[in-house]
């Protein structure tokens, strides 16, 4: 005897699988991790400073300590060779004066000597590379390059004192410029550097297309 049982109902169909999301765009370029470093320029819309690099130690240090005894070796010479003499307590400061402009001349020289190191800074932004350059509080260069420009990037290292301390020059081609070059002179980690640069050249380029 046939048993008129109710029909299964069909199984709904499969929905279609959905599209798979779309891959997360690359991230903005993130600033330095704290404060951004004091920079004498106007940063543009959306800069960050990557990174802020001056010349090796080596292109501050010698000079300074050569201007120091400059500075201060004739006058201790000639104050004990005057002192042996028995002749430094009568010369009083028809010795002294001079020795105070003497040692002021020199100590001048060497505050501007630390003054153009501490201001001859180069800056890489998300952007830009900016060459900045002051020799006295009364004048400034500034030179920049887009990141887009940079053409060709090689270090060069040349000489023993060069090799042994580890610093180099950075130099790139740039377009858009009327020199052709921006050179990043006697910097440590050049090589480190010059990949940064490479990377966020890239990366601007990417983002303007």
């Known amino acids: ?65 050569w201007l120091v005894i400059v500075a ?20 009083d400061w028809f010795f002294w004066i001079p020795a105070v402009i003497w040692i002021a001349y020199w100590g001048m020289r060497a505050l501007f000597n630390w003054y153009r190191y501490q201001n001859d800074i180069w800056v890489v932004t998300n952007q830009r590379l900016i060459d900045v350059f002051r020799t006295n509080p009364f004048n400034k260069r500034i030179t920049t390059a887009d990141l887009v420009n940079i053409q060709d990037m090689k270090v060069e ?10 610093y180099s020059d950075l130099l790139c081609s740039t377009a858009g410029t009327d020199a052709g070059r921006f050179d990043i002179s006697g910097v440590p980690q050049a ?18 297309e």
């Open 1 to 65: 005897m046939e048993t008129n049982e109710p029909a299964t109902p069909e199984p709904d169909a499969a929905p279609p699988p959905e599209a798979a999301p779309p891959p997360p765009l690359t991230p903005a370029v993130e600033p330095l991790p704290g404060p951004q470093p004091s920079v004498p320029f106007p940063l543009q819309q959306g800069e960050h400073v990557l990174a802020l690099v001056r010349r090796h130690w080596w292109f501050l240090w010698p000079f300074t300590v």
């Open 72 to 91: 201060f070796a004739p006058v201790a010479v000639l104050s004990g060779l005057f002192d042996a003499i028995g002749v430094l307590d009568n010369l």
């Open 157 to 166: 290292r040349r000489g023993i004192t060069a090799t042994v301390l580890g």
């Open 191 to 208: 090589e480190e550097l010059q990949l940064l640069i490479d990377r966020e050249r890239d990366r601007e380029r990417m983002r303007r």
